[in-house]
């Protein structure tokens, strides 16, 4: 199984302020025949089923804030939010979707300070 | 519109049976590969199992926890998906979700796609 390790698992950040998660992967999620990184990024509000942000690693759903962006190949990946809004806290979480089992990360934990 | 919708969580005794559904539109769906995905309260997410489409013979994999209880099963002509689920205990209870990837040219799966999830409560 592919193991995702993010950090940090808990990370608060002032209104304004840039927001950066880290998820690395045990091995590669870059599929060669397509030249795509198997990774999504995901926000979870309580009591809600986790959003889609971001797929092969960097496309943005349709929808999500441009402040939200992704960034990585191979096995090491970046979450970024430019300026942390009030209604961007939540659980973000990334997951490799390149074998199975489907895999992700622990989650952080996105507070204001 | 792509829009996967789950019914059939509910609440059940220790031991009994539920089966869960995943109705998938806007999608390709046949060459789909669907899996079920739970999350337990407060707990991260966990990978029940996949499905293949009539390709790969419909191949099914199973989590370690849930093997030999549970089974998915599909019926293209409608599109959805099942997650049998026998046997379920205390630690089943869990919001399920279904997640679909379809299948891109050359063969490969394209990005997930989630439902919204059900419920499913074991407890006596």
């Known amino acids: 199984d592919i193991v995702m390790t993010q950090s940090p698992e808990s990370l608060a950040v002032s209104l304004g302020e840039r927001a950066t998660i880290s998820c690395k992967s045990s091995r590669s999620v870059l599929y060669r025949s397509n030249n795509k990184n198997y990774l999504a990024w995901y926000q979870q509000k309580p009591g809600q089923a986790p959003r889609l942000l971001i797929y092969w690693a960097s496309t943005r759903e349709s929808g999500v804030p441009d402040r939200f962006s992704g960034s990585g190949s191979g096995t090491d990946f970046t979450l970024t939010i430019s300026s942390l809004q009030a209604e961007d806290v939540a659980v973000y979480f990334c997951q490799q979707y390149y074998g199975t089992p489907l895999t992700s990360g622990q989650g952080t934990n996105l507070e204001i300070k | 519109e792509v829009q996967l919708v789950e019914s059939g969580g509910g609440l059940v005794q220790p031991g009994e049976s539920l089966k869960l559904s995943c109705a998938a539109s806007?999608?390709?769906?046949?060459?789909?590969?669907i899996h079920w995905v739970r999350q337990a309260s407060g707990k991260g997410l966990e990978w029940v199992g996949r499905?293949?489409?009539?390709?790969?013979?419909?191949?099914?994999l199973y989590a370690a926890s849930v093997k030999g209880t549970f089974t998915i099963s599909r019926d293209d002509s409608k599109e959805t998906t099942y997650l049998q689920m026998n046997s379920l205990k205390t630690d089943d209870a869990a919001v399920y979700y279904c997640?679909?990837?379809?299948?891109?040219?050359?063969?490969?799966?394209?990005?997930?796609?989630w439902g919204q999830g059900t419920l499913v409560t074991v407890s006596s």
């Open positions: 997640v679909l990837q379809q299948q891109l040219d050359g063969g490969a799966y394209g990005e997930p796609y």
């Open positions: 499905i293949r489409g009539k390709a790969d013979n419909y191949g099914t």
């Open positions: 806007g999608f390709s769906f046949s060459g789909s590969v």
